[in-house]
């Protein structure tokens, strides 16, 4: 029976439910929190990239993170790749996905409104999920994980490898896109466009290729995020949509920026949605997010670390 | 009738405006005039509640404003014109106008939806209004043609329609003469005039200084955020420290 | 005035005739949805095309207007023609109390809260089991009667819904001609600028949110009458994006490009049968070339389409 973590993982929880240490249940909910809320961060920080370079929300982030795993079970399956092979190829794809999108969408748009942008961004999302419904079917599917599934004994609490795997591969992707912000020529250009996009073009940085670079990084950090996150959750051709929102629940709460705060953001947010989900209703899950967006709006826009605008009108 | 007493904004860490205080008499025309970056446009932004300030205060008509939003002002008799022109530009000259007789009418959403009768009468009486202010504003011939199309001149001839729809006792018009050519210019001072004999107490910020010298009564000199000056129009031209100002502006 | 008056009555004797044509057969069962639909759409575009205010919750509102009336008339008994207004009252309440705080956000922000309203609403439909059923939904909900007239086939339902049907694009038409509507059209140009000439923008579009709100919710209420069955499967985002779909498609602003929309979205999915798995890109691919291609919607673009065809036929005919 080895290969098939989900009965093993549900015995573990039976077993820890009728145990009165409630201190354990928190602990293993929280290490299980972390890891969906660092998948929660790369989306969200996907969000703000796009986000700081256009001022576009991007409804179709999710996608990514659905090509990623949808495309690396492609790759696995039905070209054979190994693991190491499988992964590139699939976030290669997933990044032309994204030049397409926003070549073929976003660009050409004659009256770039709001609305319209808001409206165009949520067709290109129906188009690929529609795609990818065509060439892959409904069925949802699983992706073996990184390194076996042998849980690990952590303070009472148990993890599987594929969570280490999540943390550990989602430290090294905000590392390297701190140094890209911080210590290259195109990272600190994106930066200039993000605090004023008509300076930063009289000062000779190609706007529009920020643009079209801000959504080539977006689409590759959530097609990773897709990636690491299949093996515990399985894909599906419709998982985008609330993946993508909930990353872009991390980045408000985060204040839509593209560092630090948005992970911690999509931190606080998936250990408070398994904490609810395991010690009040598992039903409601999902609703928490949506209900800390709406909060976060309504109170406190500028997002949780953020510095109140004065500006009334 | 506008008292403006110690007005003070700091832009994060910027005073934009510095502890500016004067007075507009009813029925005058007030210039405000400054180089860049004097904060005039902040100033009027303030008094017409579309920014908020970080001390100070405003009197209209012996009342304090300070800090009302602009569709309270409107209801007071504060209306305004802005620089680069906010028209309804998807609406036509006239819907424009029409939209200006808002604080003049009271039918409600249901009122409208069901067609009342008197929301009926009502409607034709704003429209009958609104022509009315674009006859005296000679722009009749553009009634029905859509807002967004028309030229940077006639859009300032139709801001000030919509602005006089209102009914104002003041109305601040935001650099009236930013991209008219000097004909259109003329037909603005004369437009002016037209405004202040109906008793309308107009206050202007501009650019122009043949124009404020020839239609202004007053003139408050504004120079990096605090007022260097205030006078009539020749005392304003003799005083060396505004002439410097000017000078050192380039 | 004159002349909107007599396109409504050509619209509507266009509707009441159109069973005579059709009568029988499956497609006046269609025919029917376009009804609930066209009262959704009518009811989204006051908001986004004369407020220009995105809402992507409205099938939340259109869901519990269903709920309520029939947990209402199939639970506790009620009389239907009592419980439809208390369930539009409700939802007008609760978008009135929800609009103040959301209807301050812009743009992408707006979109993104009205979204995560109608999957909180969407996610209560499926775990409030005991009052609604759960995701199997909840079933028995009585067919509306007038002493004994019951509504009870696809023809009497036909006139049931295209009344009120009738009466929310009458309702919206005035609406949209009228001083209100002027002042929406104004705050979706400027909202600045509305404001100066003293239009409560704030209030307004709140007022707008829960009307259409309470329009959703009456179409929910109808909905659950006729289809006698509701799931949450109906409420969801997709359906918000597909009511978005018919607004874009019909044209933003226009109450009939609205109904345009509607019925080509509602029989749509019906033509392409065959082919049920396409209709997700199909609706795709329409909102993209629509928003790309034809901006105005196809009230404006077919109009325009003819012309630019004429001319060019016209150009032929000289050469």
Redesign the interface.
């Known amino acids: 029976m080895k290969g098939n973590s989900l009965p093993m993982k549900g015995r573990e929880f039976l077993r820890k439910k009728r145990t009165p240490m409630q201190l354990e249940q928190i602990l293993q909910y929280s290490f299980s929190g972390l890891s969906t809320g660092a998948i929660y961060a790369l989306i969200g920080i996907g969000f703000s990239i796009i986000f700081n370079a256009t001022g576009i929300i991007n409804f179709a982030q999710g996608e990514f993170v659905m090509l990623g795993g949808m495309l690396t079970l492609f790759f696995l399956e039905l070209l054979q790749l190994p693991l190491w092979a499988a992964v590139p190829c699939a976030v290669a794809v997933s990044a032309l996905a994204g030049i397409l999108f926003e070549r073929l969408a976003i660009r050409p748009l004659r009256q770039p409104t709001p609305i319209n942008l808001v409206i165009i961004t949520i067709a290109g999302s129906i188009l690929i999920r529609g795609l990818a419904m065509l060439l892959w079917g409904k069925d949802t599917h699983a992706i073996p994980p990184f390194s076996g599934d042998e849980p690990i004994s952590i303070a009472g609490a148990t993890i599987l490898p594929q969570h280490i795997w999540i943390l550990a591969i989602t430290v090294l992707i905000i590392a390297v896109n701190k140094f890209f912000f911080y210590h290259t020529i195109s990272g600190k250009a994106m930066r200039a466009c993000s605090y004023n996009r008509r300076a930063a073009s009289l000062v000779g940085i190609d706007v529009r290729r920020m643009v079209l670079l801000s959504f080539i990084i977006s689409s590759v950090l959530g097609s990773l995020a897709g990636i690491i996150v299949a093996p515990l959750t399985m894909t599906a051709y419709d998982v985008g949509i609330m993946l993508g929102l909930k990353g872009f629940c991390a980045a408000i709460i985060g204040g839509m920026s593209s560092g630090m705060a948005t992970v911690v953001g999509g931190l606080i947010l998936g250990v408070l949605e398994s904490l609810g989900a395991g010690l009040i209703s598992s039903g409601y899950k999902d609703a928490i997010a949506f209900i800390i967006l709406l909060l976060i709006l309504f109170i406190r826009p500028q997002g949780l670390f953020g510095k109140a605008e004065s500006e009334r009108v | 009738m506008l008292e403006v007493s110690g007005i003070t904004r700091i832009f994060g860490g910027v005073t934009a405006l510095d502890d500016v205080s004067f007075t507009i008499g009813q029925g005058s025309v007030t210039g405000v005039i400054g180089p860049n970056g004097a904060g005039k446009t902040t100033l009027f932004n303030i008094i017409t509640g579309i920014y908020n300030r970080t001390s100070g205060s405003v009197k209209l008509g012996g009342k304090d404003i300070t800090g009302l939003p602009p569709e309270r002002l409107a209801r007071l008799g504060m209306v305004r014109t802005f620089q680069n022109i906010e028209l309804f530009g998807a609406m036509t000259v006239l819907e424009n106008v029409m939209v200006g007789l808002h604080t003049k009418s009271s039918s409600g959403l249901l009122a409208c939806s069901l067609m009342m009768p008197w929301s009926i009468a009502e409607e034709r009486r704003i429209r009958e209004a609104a022509m009315h202010w674009l006859e005296f504003t000679g722009i009749t011939g553009l009634a029905d043609d859509t807002a967004g199309n028309l030229s940077f001149g006639k859009g300032r001839l139709l801001e000030i329609a919509r602005a006089l729809a209102v009914e104002p006792r003041i109305i601040l018009m935001d650099e009236p003469a930013a991209g008219l050519n000097s004909q259109e210019t003329l037909g603005l001072a004369q437009l002016i005039g037209k405004i202040r004999g109906m008793g309308i107490t107009v206050v202007l910020v501009e650019h122009d200084m043949e124009l404020v010298m020839d239609v202004c009564d007053r003139i408050v000199v504004l120079n990096l955020g605090k007022k260097l000056a205030e006078g009539t129009p020749r005392e304003i031209q003799e005083n060396a420290e505004v002439i410097a100002a000017y000078l050192g502006d380039g | ?1 004159r002349r909107e008056l007599l396109k409504f009555l050509f619209f509507a004797v266009l509707i009441l005739a159109a069973p005579l044509v059709f009568s029988g057969g499956y497609l006046m069962n269609v025919l029917v949805f376009v009804g609930i639909n066209t009262m959704l759409a009518v009811a989204l575009n006051l908001l ?1 095309g004369y407020a ?1 205010q ?1 809402s ?1 919750g409205h099938a939340g509102f259109f869901g519990i207007g269903a709920y309520l009336s029939g947990i209402l008339t199939a639970t506790y008994g009620w009389n239907a023609w009592l419980a439809m207004p208390l369930a539009a009252l409700v939802v007008g309440t609760l978008a009135g109390l929800i609009g103040f ?2 209807l ?6 707006l ?3 009205t ?3 109608g ?2 609403i969407y ?2 439909f ?2 409030t089991v005991d009052l609604t059923g759960g995701p199997s939904g909840l079933s028995g909900i009585p067919n509306l009667s007038i002493g004994s007239l019951v509504f009870d086939n696809d023809f009497k339902n036909y006139y049931l819904i295209w009344t009120f049907g009738l009466a929310v694009v009458l ?2 038409v ?2 949209a001609g ?6 929406l ?2 705050v ?3 909202e ?10 704030r209030i307004l579009k709140v ?2 949110f829960a ?1 259409s709100a309470v329009i959703s919710s009456l179409a929910g209420s109808l909905y659950a009458h006729t289809m006698t069955f509701v799931s949450p499967a109906s409420f969801g ?1 997709n359906f918000s ?1 597909e009511l ?1 779909t018919m607004v ?1 498609i019909g044209g ?1 602003g226009s109450v009939y490009g609205s109904f345009l929309g509607a019925a080509l979205l509602t029989l749509l999915p019906e033509l392409l049968r065959g082919a049920q ?2 209709d ?2 199909i ?3 329409l ?2 070339s629509m ?2 291609f034809m ?1 105005g919607g196809l009230v404006r673009g077919l109009p325009e389409l003819f012309r630019r065809v004429a001319r060019r036929r016209e150009g032929a005919g000289n050469a």
């Open positions: 005035m986004l220009g995105i992507l705080p959301i301050k956000l812009k743009g992408h922000y979109a993104m809260a979204l995560g309203l999957i909180i996610i209560v499926n775990e309702f919206c005035n609406l009228s001083r209100v509507g002027r002042a059209r104004a979706n140009d400027s600045v600028a509305a404001r100066v000439m003293g239009v409560n923008a007022q707008v009307l985002f994006v978005l874009v933003l798995d396409y997700i890109i609706y795709g691919g909102l993209m928003v790309m901006p």
